[in-house]
C-alpha cells in the first residue's frame, strides 16, 4: 500500500469500517477507540489505516494525491465481505470525501471535518475552504462538529444526503473546557455514538442492544 499500513479487527458481519486518521494524530485515539468499541459490538470489521508519514515517522502529511491513494489501496485490500463505509478525522475526512464516490462506499462520517481553516494567507485572504470536496462526496455523509471548532461549521444539506451533527463545548478534537460543565471525554463519547448509529443505519447493522454491550465490555 505504498508504505501505509493496514490493521484489521475481523467482525461477525458482513460489513467494515476503515478508519482514516488526522494529520497529527494516528489510528489509535480515544474517539477511534470508542468508535470501534461500539462498531465491534454490532458485528462490524473495523479496519485502521496508518497514512505512509506517519509510518515512516514523519510529521508533515503526504501530498493529498497520495494519501487518496493510499486509502484507495486499502480500501481495494479489503476486499469482500461488502458494505462498506468510511471514518475520517479532520484530514481523514477531506480524503474520505475524495475517494467516497470512485470507491463505491456506503456513506462517511466526517469527525471535525475542517471547512474552513482560520487564519489568513500571506496576502491577507482567507484560506482556502474545502467545501467542495464535502459537497463532492456523493454518498450520504455525517459530519459530527464541535459548536467551538476553530475549523467552522459545515451545514446539512437534504439534496446531497449530508447531516451535521454539532457536539455542545467540543473543539475541533471534541475537548471541552472545565467551564462547560461536561466530564472529561464525555464529547468523544457522543461523537462515537452517533457517529456509529449512523454508520451501522447506512451498512444495514443492527445496533448493539444493551445486554450485548454490557456483554462485550465484562471481557
Do not use: C, N
Not at 484489521?8 to 477511534?32: I, N, Y
Not at 489505516?49 to 485490500?77: C, F, Q, W
Not at 462520517?109 to 484560506?127: D, E, H, R, Y
Not at 471541552?176 to 451498512?203: H, K, N, S
Amino acid at each position: 500500500m505504498d508504505g501505509g499500513r493496514l490493521r484489521v479487527v475481523p467482525g461477525t458481519g458482513a460489513s467494515t469500517v476503515l478508519f482514516l486518521h488526522g494529520a497529527g494524530s494516528g489510528g489509535d485515539t480515544p474517539l477511534f477507540d470508542a468508535l470501534a468499541a461500539l462498531l465491534g459490538v454490532a458485528g462490524v470489521r473495523v479496519a485502521r489505516l496508518e497514512m505512509p508519514y506517519r509510518v515512516a515517522g514523519r510529521r508533515a502529511p503526504d501530498r493529498p494525491a497520495r494519501l487518496d491513494a493510499v486509502a484507495t489501496a486499502a480500501i481495494e485490500a479489503l476486499g469482500a465481505p461488502r458494505p462498506l463505509a468510511l471514518a475520517g478525522v479532520s484530514m481523514g475526512s477531506r480524503v474520505a470525501m475524495r475517494v467516497a464516490a470512485r470507491t463505491g462506499v456506503r456513506a462517511v462520517l466526517a469527525l471535525g471535518f475542517p471547512l474552513q481553516p482560520p487564519g489568513t494567507t500571506a496576502a491577507g485572504q482567507p484560506k482556502p475552504s474545502r467545501q467542495g470536496e464535502l459537497d463532492g462526496a456523493g454518498v450520504p455523509v455525517l459530519v459530527v462538529q464541535g459548536d467551538r471548532d476553530s475549523f467552522g461549521r459545515p451545514a446539512p444539506d437534504p439534496v446531497l444526503d449530508r447531516q451535521v451533527h454539532l457536539v455542545v463545548g467540543g473543539d475541533h478534537s471534541f475537548r471541552t473546557r472545565v467551564r462547560d460543565g461536561r466530564p472529561a471525554g464525555d464529547a468523544v463519547a457522543q461523537a462515537a455514538r452517533v457517529g456509529a448509529a449512523f454508520l451501522l443505519e447506512r451498512l444495514g447493522s443492527p445496533a448493539p442492544t444493551r445486554e450485548s454491550a454490557a456483554g462485550r465490555s465484562a471481557l
